[in-house]
């Protein structure tokens, strides 16, 4: 199994920038993709940006230019530097790792609010 902690979140102006953090422990050695999500009520969870092992990176159209993943996992961290945040960024957001096999983590979720 493979456990999920994410930090990060919280409220922030338009135009402001947070980051967020995610750090996996149990069988690593599994993972070979870690990402984020994020869901706002009444819609699905839609991919914001995923890196993966070998450091190929997909990003989604809306954030491009302003979001960034890293990953480290030697350490099981994967880190979305978030910049000029806009209102409709506003969404939970879901720490991802997906194992060999197909068989998928999520985090338990980080609230970001995008507000004046």
């Known amino acids: 199994q493979v456990q999920l902690v994410e930090s990060g979140g919280g409220l922030v102006q338009p135009g402001g920038s947070l980051r967020l953090s995610c750090v996996a422990s149990?069988?690593?050695?599994?993972?070979?993709?870690m990402g984020w999500y994020r869901q706002v009520p009444g819609y699905g969870r839609e991919l914001v940006a995923r890196i993966s092992i070998g450091g190929t990176t997909d990003v989604a159209d809306s954030v491009k230019g302003r979001f960034t993943i890293s990953g480290d996992y030697s350490k099981g961290t994967v880190v979305l530097q978030m910049n000029s945040l806009k209102p409709d960024d506003t969404a939970v957001y879901y720490c991802?790792?997906?194992?060999?096999?197909?068989?998928?983590?999520w985090g338990q979720g980080t609230q970001v609010t995008v507000s004046s």
């Open positions: 149990g069988r690593l050695f599994q993972v070979y993709n």
């Open positions: 991802n790792a997906v194992q060999y096999g197909g068989l998928e983590h």
